[in-house]
């Protein structure tokens, strides 16, 4: 079981850029494909973004296309999640999980969760 820990989260004001990071406690990351999801208030959680284990494959949900670009560095066993241009309806509390990776399929499911970071866009 891999351990995944977020940051990056905070506030941030309609049209503004966070960099989410999702620091992993082992080196073992490097063989996994890792996925981004968020649970906004009163919804379902939904996936944005998924890469696989050598960084080659990124998936994106069609609402964060052109916004988000999602990135790896294995060495620091960190994924990020660079989001840019932010609405106020991108508030949601953002998860990074394990996944399993599918070419132009956007990861549904995860396996080992981390504890989430807070994404508010407010002004």
């Known amino acids: 079981q891999l351990q995944l820990v977020e940051s990056g989260g905070g506030l941030v004001q309609p049209g503004g850029s966070l960099r989410l990071s999702c620091t992993a406690s082992?080196?073992?990351?490097?063989?996994?494909?890792i996925g981004w999801f968020r649970q906004a208030p009163g919804k379902e959680r939904e996936g944005v973004s998924c890469i696989n284990s050598w960084g080659s494959g990124l998936n994106y949900g069609d609402s964060v296309k052109g916004r988000f670009t999602i990135s790896r560095d294995n060495d620091k066993k960190t994924v990020y999640l660079q989001m840019n241009n932010l609405p106020r309806e991108y508030t949601a509390v953002y998860y990074c999980?394990?996944?399993?990776?599918?070419?132009?399929?956007?990861?549904?499911?995860?396996?080992?969760w981390g504890q989430g970071t807070q994404v508010t866009v407010s002004s």
């Open positions: 999980a394990t996944v399993n990776f599918q070419e132009e399929v956007l990861c549904a499911r995860g396996f080992d």
């Open positions: 082992s080196s073992q990351m490097s063989k996994y494909a």
